[in-house]
């Protein structure tokens, strides 16, 4: 299975990505997994409605364009639907189960993701009705992924 992370903007907290090497270095022995970054917009405080709407739309174009077109695509959005860890390792097995053998999940940036990406997407997946930093989300997103395959494979974890 090969897996990719797609997220807008650069991981600079250092324990954030020093989190996200250990999990992607764990899931080798499970897939391929590959975090792609794309470049966020500038998105000043007091914008219209427009203005936000184009700066999602330009991130949106730039997630799309790293995504081919036979990839399964999980959206994260606060709307989505919410799944328990074993939840998430079904809907992986699932996957692989009927020939969906590349995933990208998708974490938007501070202002979420384009009504284009949401269109493209197969699964809208919500961590909580919370709103969380997209930087940190992605460690906690490489985590559950590495914890699903670790459930499909009957294999310990903590819980």
């Known amino acids: 299975m090969k897996i990719s992370i797609v997220?807008?903007?650069?991981?600079?907290?250092?324990?954030?990505?020093?989190?996200?090497?250990?999990?992607v270095k764990r899931l080798g022995a499970y897939a391929n997994i590959?975090?792609?970054?794309?470049?966020?917009e500038k998105a000043p405080e007091n914008m219209?409605?427009?203005?936000?709407?184009?700066?999602?739309?330009?991130?949106?174009?730039?997630?799309?364009s790293k995504i081919s077109t036979d990839t399964y695509i999980i959206s994260l959005e606060i709307m989505g639907e919410m799944l328990t860890s074993e939840g998430l390792a079904r809907k992986m097995d699932n996957l692989a189960t009927?020939?969906?053998?590349?995933?990208?999940?998708v974490i938007g940036g501070s202002l979420g993701l384009s009504k284009e990406v949401?269109?493209?997407?197969?699964?809208?997946?919500?961590?909580?009705?919370?709103?969380?930093?997209?930087q940190l989300m992605r460690l906690v997103l490489v985590e559950q992924v590495y914890?699903?395959?670790?459930?499909?494979?009957?294999?310990?974890?903590?819980?």
């Open 98 to 105: 009927h020939g969906k053998s590349k995933i990208a999940l």
């Open 34 to 40: 590959d975090i792609i970054e794309v470049p966020d």
């Open 147 to 159: 914890r699903a395959f670790r459930i499909n494979r009957g294999e310990p974890y903590h819980k």
């Open 48 to 64: 219209s409605d427009a203005e936000a709407e184009e700066v999602k739309r330009k991130e949106g174009e730039r997630i799309l």
């Open 7 to 23: 997220a807008v903007g650069k991981l600079k907290e250092k324990y954030l990505k020093q989190g996200i090497q250990e999990y």
């Open 118 to 134: 949401t269109d493209r997407s197969d699964f809208a997946l919500s961590f909580s009705k919370m709103t969380f930093p997209h």
